[in-house]
């Protein structure tokens, strides 16, 4: 992520330095000098570094970082006399492209004229800032984020546990199991240290894994008492409470489903 926005502002006209691991005794002559301040580390660290480093930061500058949390970052960047924007790509690394890629932006101390220019810096390479605090993105991510990512590791703990050969269940599979198997597959060929911290240092997390745990308890108790009525009524309380969304994803899905199968086809029929 780091790489893709030294590309992004390099594009833009910036002049660059970067600060490694290897470099990172170079760091304080950097932050001295740069009039941006970019922090793209693991999430896990990222606080710390932000800490250790912000004593070197000037009021004329613009200090900003990408992880996926933003109230502790955003509180450490705050403790400057800097301006202050907080980031958080929701896309990956190795994009193609911006256009129509969302940027959720935390423009916590930044003068409105400061934040209107980076805005429009970012808007004119297609992508989608969305304004919020740094509290109403963690609240956020904890659904975006948290909520998918414990459910798609609590899939793979299952599969695990029952010793699933996946290959042999796409022997079996449906366009949408297949779908949502890839989605899964997707996750698990990424870092683990990040989907951990991701889940491990949001701090709604505990509110999401008792909504999990109680919603287990009650399919527990239904499946043991056979209550067929209950899993049906639950059913569509859900689908009443998620609306007319339920038809749009239908149609989206059923178009991204048929095309899965045209692809899958294909790939077989190349093999």
Known sequence: MGRLFSRFFEDAGYEIQVVEKDTWPTRDKVLRTADIVLFAVPLHETVTIIRESI???????????????????VREMMASSASVVGL???????????????????????????????????????????????????????????LFHMTTMLIGRVLRGLGVDIAETLQYTSPSYRLEINLLGRIFAQNGALYSAITQMNPYTK?????????????????????????????????????????????????????????????????
Not at 135 to 141: A, F, L, S, T, Y
Not at 241 to 249: E, K, N, S, T, Y
Request: aromatic fraction near 10%; proline fraction near 4%; include cysteine.
């Open 207 to 271: 509110e999401i894994l008792e909504h999990l745990r109680e919603s287990l308890e009650h399919y527990d108790r239904w499946y043991d008492e056979e209550d067929l009525e209950a899993f049906v009524q639950d059913f569509h309380k859900s689908a009443l409470h998620l609306g007319d969304f339920c038809r749009q994803a239908y149609r989206e899905s059923s178009t991204i489903l048929d095309f899965s199968v045209r692809m899958n086809n294909a790939c077989q029929e190349g093999e």
């Open 55 to 73: 004593c070197s930061t000037r009021p004329d500058q613009l200090v900003m970082d990408l992880s996926s949390l933003k109230a502790s970052p």
């Open 88 to 146: 958080h790509p929701m896309f990956g690394g190795r994009i193609n492209s911006f256009w129509g890629q969302t940027l959720v932006a935390c423009p916590a101390r930044i003068d409105p004229r400061d934040w209107q220019g980076l805005r429009r810096l970012f808007t004119a390479r297609g992508i989608r800032v969305k304004e919020c605090t740094p509290e109403e993105h963690d609240r956020m991510m904890s659904i975006i984020q948290v």
